[in-house]
């Protein structure tokens, strides 16, 4: 329905996955140490100075500017020195996680679901996605690529 009004784009696939998470920990100092109360706060101002570097000024009310701008970067660092890596796609589940879900279809559908046509989605990852992909790459792309024309293919 949304590919006929406009175009779509797949996350991972069109769009890269990025992982900030941790490239912020590198650079940015945690909330806990900012020179404002960063959980009482309700109005942040984010400054780009003249000489290129990002100040944060924390208000905790909305019409009050009374706070002073700082940085937030860890000393040394600037928000220039983000370089995050790509998330590639995976579809890794630990044996605990697949052993929880195998339990939970047994109870409530019986030894048979594997007949289901509406469970192929969790046949196709307990059966295929095993440890061995977990520690092979080549081999995630592979099921990934195999599984992406619908969870009722059986590959």
Not at 29 to 35: D, E, M, V
Not at 98 to 106: F, G, R, S, T
Request: proline share 4%; aromatic share 8%.
């Amino acid at each position: 329905m949304f590919s006929q009004c406009g175009t779509v784009l797949k996350v991972g696939e069109d769009v890269p996955i990025y992982e900030w998470k941790a490239e912020i920990a590198k650079v940015i100092k945690i909330p806990g140490t900012w020179h404002f109360a960063f959980a009482q706060a309700k109005r942040m101002i984010i400054t780009k100075t003249k000489n290129g570097t990002t100040v944060v000024r924390g208000e905790i009310a909305y019409n009050s500017d009374g706070g002073s701008a700082k940085s937030v970067s860890k000393k040394g660092k600037s928000l220039r020195d983000l370089k995050p890596a790509v998330i590639h796609k995976q579809n890794l589940i630990s044996q605990k996680k697949k052993k929880d879900v195998n339990e939970l279809i047994l109870v409530h559908y019986g030894d048979a679901w594997k007949n289901e046509p509406d469970l192929k989605f969790y046949k196709y990852v307990l059966e295929e996605a095993t440890e061995q992909t977990e520690k092979n790459p080549a081999e995630v792309e592979r099921l990934c690529e195999n599984f992406e024309e619908g969870p009722n293919v059986v590959v």
